[in-house]
């Protein structure tokens, strides 16, 4: 069975383009979370879908920020204007309703 | 919001050698979780714990929830070198059946083994 995969594992953009992250979470897993780690510091959760709904979206760090799940299979996190504070690993995790994460791999954006 | 203080931020060991990392927190948690960063990969779950007190063992980790729900640590025995990477510890509320919403991670304990 496929794992979370995440698309692209790296992107390096200029300030004020826009990036778009994809994530496939496990097949069959309603919860989806989005999650961002800035070098050397915590993993910061930025929301967290049940299927197509926002659960919720307290951690998302500005307006800058989109993410959306149609179908609440696949979601996306485009990131518009991006800022150089953007630059970290994002990180895509799935669940059934165990409580247990399953983390993709990470897409890695650089921001110059 | 809830912080987690995770220590150290970095090991450097002998192979063979113990380790010991810990969290701890001004905040309860119900949920005591410790994950494992490869390079390049996505954190894996090491061990997850319920119940204050609770000590678990998976292989050579060991992790205990503390009886005061603000701390956790976790053990590590005879190193490998396939122990090194990043671990993370995460405090949670109550996580059963309710998916794993609020989850707060620390910001990581980087283990390197030298030869």
């Known amino acids: 069975e496929a794992g979370v995969t995440q698309f692209p594992s790296h992107s390096v953009i200029e300030k004020g383009q826009t990036v778009t992250l994809r994530c496939d979470p496990i097949s069959g897993h309603d919860n989806l979370y989005w999650y961002r780690r800035v070098m050397g510091k915590e993993i910061k959760f930025l929301l967290h879908f049940v299927k197509e709904s926002k659960q919720d979206e307290s951690g998302m760090p500005n307006n800058r920020f989109l993410a959306e799940r149609t179908g609440g299979t696949y979601s996306t996190l485009k990131v518009q204007p991006a800022e150089l504070e953007d630059s970290g690993v994002y990180f895509c995790?799935?669940?059934?309703?165990?409580?247990?994460?399953?983390f993709g791999e990470g897409s890695r954006l650089t921001v110059l | 919001g809830q912080q987690l203080n995770q220590s150290p931020q970095s090991m450097f060991i002998q192979e063979g050698e113990d380790v010991s990392m810990n969290c701890t927190s001004s905040?309860?948690?119900?949920?005591w979780l410790w994950y494992k960063q490869d390079p390049g990969e996505g954190p894996v779950l090491l061990i997850a714990?319920?119940?204050?007190?609770e000590l678990t063992s998976n292989g050579r980790l060991t992790a205990q929830f503390g009886i005061t729900r603000k701390d956790s640590f976790l053990n590590i025995s005879a190193s490998i070198p396939s122990d090194v990477g990043i671990y993370f510890c995460a405090g949670g509320p109550y996580l059963s059946g309710g998916g794993a919403d609020g989850l707060t991670f620390g910001k990581g304990t980087h283990l390197i083994i030298q030869p």
């Open positions: 714990l319920y119940k204050a007190g």
């Open positions: 905040s309860i948690f119900n949920t």
């Open positions: 995790a799935s669940s059934q309703n165990t409580g247990e994460l399953f």
